[in-house]
């Protein structure tokens, strides 16, 4: 070794040449380091999706590059900052969303932020409390044009855009016991809930925008009637009292039920979303108006009414044949066409061609429907409804043998039906004139009379002799009295004498041992001490009720 | 090579090269296997210096995301919080643990540092024959191949930590994506402080 060592020291004398410059295999790796840092620099900028600005009220536990925005709990976006707005008066938060989402970013997305919510209707959100809130997002399936400002909502939407199911909107004239989150009932199932509650644009209704889920969506028809369900409905009639309690839930917090009636099936569900509806007070009221069309137009006409239509008002019902098939749905008065004429009453009738049969029907059948009525001799008539009220109703009736008349279809708004002179006027007349026989009697001199014979008791009690009566009163009182205790002696004999009675009878059944049963004295002594037997209860009973109360003796009982 | 009057005489001087696993010796000029233990024998590791160079600048490139980017989320139910290097010295300032902040500060931010400056410098050096001494160049390697390890300390920490601390909502530990590019960046650099091979040193300080 050592030999070799000193060898080869001896035999290097000049410096070794250089090593070969070849390039290391290493340098691969700062490539590739670069590439790669290139590839994420590209890759974050161009997967960075589009920024948008939310404004809310408050920012409610949001924290700029923590708070996720999610949908359906995947986060789809990033809380980037959180600022005051220009106002001051807002915030406005700054959302980087993941690219992929971009497209849905459009006119129907709504955000909004999730917080733990805890009250009377709902306790919600409670995982943020432990892992801060959120920003939740919502947008329909369809995309749209972008858009890079939103206004969040204050309350979160109950359904989200995508949820299957139908969107109604119910209009009420009252709010009633309805909120926001209400349930929809469906035969007592919840098959929905209300999400929005306003005020129409004239604030002549409530508009309620409710969400039917699917696939219980199917159940709605176009004559599906709705009503509300404020707690408890009892009913009292003929057959009994009823209580009737949609759910638990609705007791506290009311809601809307819907049911179909039974014809109506047949017809195809509802496949529109925002169609209305009207509201119902309660199931009684919805059933009772037993067919849609209450408020269409289309089934209108005009009845002109020449005289008094005293009693005569909206929503006084129309029948015909004794049914109910509509009602009127305003009156309004026209002066005489000449002077000295009489004035005439405009009544607009509406008809609900449902409940004669014809659900749905377009408004050239419908008329055409009338027309042939009108053609065969019908006539509109007004009736009297309540003698007592003094209220009408309208009647629909069929004169094959008057002259032929026609629907005026010049008229506006609507068309008037031909009128026939009521006998409402007869019968008016008739009950002018029991009045008037009314007004008619000596009620005058009744009352002179009367009054003279009230003027005389008051003499009569003015008199002094009265003025002494309750003296003698008292005196006749207490020698009633008198006498009375005078009876409750004699009452104190009695015993006395039914003991003796008892034995008497006693006697008189010894005797009648003796007798033959056949012969006629056996007959008339048994009935003899029977009736003794019936006296000695009597009298015992009598001592017993003297006893008890002895002035019975004076009173009778 | 001022201070001494001994002469150091290299193997490569010598006309040999020292085996680097046993420590025989052989001809340079002989490709064969170290007789002893019969590992490859070379008298210089070759591209050394490229080696060195290429895994600096991997190690210092990993270097940047790993100040960036967090390197431990805290989950817990009062929030999450994400923390850098800097950011979890200047918690530690705040919250008056100066000694600890002090320890990751050094560890984490000047020893790195540190290094890739001393194997720059030493790469550098041998490339344009700077005027050091051979001694004060392995005083340099060694420093850096002693405080290497060190640096290490910071992926330790939050390895441990996410091991340990996994209790579900109350509170949850992830390693960021940082810890990953410092841990790249630590090995990177001891990579390139071994791939400086140390007989080099001499070859240059002979130049004179």
């Known amino acids: 070794m050592i030999d070799k060592k000193k060898d080869a020291a001896s035999s290097v004398v000049e410096r070794p040449a ?11 790796l700062p490539l590739a380091a670069i ?9 974050s900028y161009t997967d960075r999706g589009p920024l948008v600005e939310i404004t809310f009220d408050k920012a409610g536990g949001v924290t700029a590059g923590e708070t996720r925005v999610r949908r359906n709990d995947v986060d789809v976006g990033k809380v980037e900052s959180v600022r005051l707005a220009d106002d001051l008066n807002s915030v406005v938060v700054s959302v980087r969303m993941d690219p992929q989402v971009a497209p849905y970013l459009d006119q129907d997305t709504r955000f909004w932020i999730v917080n733990a919510r805890i009250n009377t209707t709902e306790i919600s959100g409670l995982g943020t409390l432990l892992s801060g809130s959120f920003i939740e997002v919502d947008w329909d399936d369809v995309p749209g044009d972008r858009r890079s400002e ?36 469906l035969r007592q199932i919840e098959v929905g809930r209300v999400e929005r509650r306003r005020l129409s644009a004239d604030a002549s209704k409530v508009l309620f925008d409710i969400f039917i889920e699917a696939p219980h969506h199917k159940n709605v028809y176009p004559g599906t009637r709705f009503y509300g369900v404020s707690g408890v409905e009892g009913s009292i009639g003929a057959d009994g009292a009823s209580v009737r309690v949609e759910s638990i839930a609705a007791l506290f917090t009311g809601g809307i039920a819907f049911e179909n009636p039974p014809e109506i099936t047949r017809t195809s569900p509802v496949v529109d979303t925002g169609r209305s509806y009207k509201l119902f007070g309660s199931r009684t009221e919805a059933r009772g108006s037993l067919f849609d069309g209450e408020d269409d137009e289309r089934y209108r006409f005009l009845a002109e009414f020449p005289g008094s239509v005293k009693g005569l008002r909206a929503d006084t019902p129309i029948e015909y044949n004794g049914m109910r098939v509509g009602r009127v ?10 002077i000295g004429g009489e004035g005439s009453a405009t009544a607009v009738l509406q008809f609900q061609p449902a409940r004669l049969g014809l659900a749905d029907v377009s408004q050239e059948l419908w008329y055409e429907a009338v027309e042939g009525l009108v053609g065969g001799g019908l006539r509109v008539q007004l009736a009297s ?20 008349a026609s629907i005026d279809f010049n008229s506006e708004p609507y068309p008037t039906l ?11 007349a008739d009950v002018e004139t029991l009045v008037k026989n009314l007004s008619e009697l000596p009620l005058d001199s009744l009352v002179i009379a009367a009054t003279g014979l009230l003027e005389d008791a008051r003499k009569l009690i003015a008199s002094p002799e009265m003025s002494t009566l309750p003296g003698d009163l008292s005196s006749s009182m207490s020698s009633i009295a008198a006498s009375a205790s005078h009876v409750e002696s004699a009452t ?17 059944n010894d005797v009648l041992e003796g007798v033959s049963p056949d012969s006629e004295i056996y007959f008339e002594l048994s009935a003899a001490v029977r009736e003794l037997g019936v006296a000695a209860r009597s009298i015992a009973a009598f001592a017993e009720l003297l006893e008890e109360n002895p002035n019975a003796i004076l009173t009778g009982r | 090579m001022g201070d001494s009057d001994w002469q150091a005489l290299s193997a490569r001087q010598s006309g040999l090269k020292a085996c680097t696993s046993c420590g025989a010796l052989q001809p340079l000029a002989d490709h064969e296997p170290c007789r ?35 390197i431990m989320k805290t989950r817990s139910f009062t929030g999450n919080t994400t923390d850098t290097i800097l950011s979890g010295v200047v918690v530690l300032i705040q919250s008056g643990s100066y000694v600890v902040a002090l320890i990751i500060f050094v560890a984490s931010i000047c020893i790195p540092v540190l290094k890739f400056l001393i194997i720059a410098g030493l790469a550098l050096s041998l490339q344009h024959d700077w005027d050091i001494s051979t001694h004060n160049r392995h005083r340099l390697h060694a420093v850096t191949e002693f405080i290497g390890r060190w640096s290490m300390i910071d992926v330790f920490v939050v390895a441990v930590l996410a091991a340990l601390i996994q209790l579900g909502a109350i509170m949850t530990i992830i390693p960021g994506v940082g810890i990953n590019a410092f841990a790249a960046s630590v090995i990177f650099t001891m990579l390139a402080a071994s791939s400086l091979d140390p007989r080099l040193l001499w070859d240059h300080s002979n130049d004179d």
């Not at chain 1, 590439?35 to 890759?43: G, I, K, N, P, R």
């Not at chain 1, 031909?418 to 008016?428: I, K, L």
């Not at chain 2, 590791?45 to 270097?63: C, E, K, P």
């Open chain 1, 18 to 28: 250089r090593l070969p410059a070849r390039l290391s295999l290493t340098w691969l």
């Open chain 1, 35 to 43: 590439l790669f840092a290139t590839w994420v620099l590209w890759d």
């Open chain 1, 150 to 185: 939103y206004i969040g909502l204050k309350e979160p939407p109950l359904t989200t855009r995508g949820t299957p199911g139908l969107r109604l909107t119910l209009s009420a004239d009252e709010a009633g016991y309805i909120y926001v989150g209400s349930p929809v009932f």
């Open chain 1, 329 to 338: 749905a305003s009156v309004s008065a026209n002066l005489p066409r000449n």
């Open chain 1, 385 to 404: 409804g309540n003698l007592l009220t003094g209220s009408l109703l309208v009647r629909m009736v069929t004169r094959p043998e008057l002259s032929a």
């Open chain 1, 418 to 428: 031909p009128v026939m002179p009521a006998n409402v006027e007869a019968v008016t």
């Open chain 1, 492 to 508: 104190a004999d009695l015993p006395a004498l039914i003991e003796l009675l008892t034995r008497v009878s006693g006697n008189a």
């Open chain 2, 36 to 70: 002893d233990c019969g590992a490859a024998v070379h008298s210089r590791r070759t591209n050394s210096l490229q080696r060195v160079w290429a895994f600096l600048i991997v190690g210092v490139m990993a270097y940047f995301p790993a100040n960036i980017y967090p």
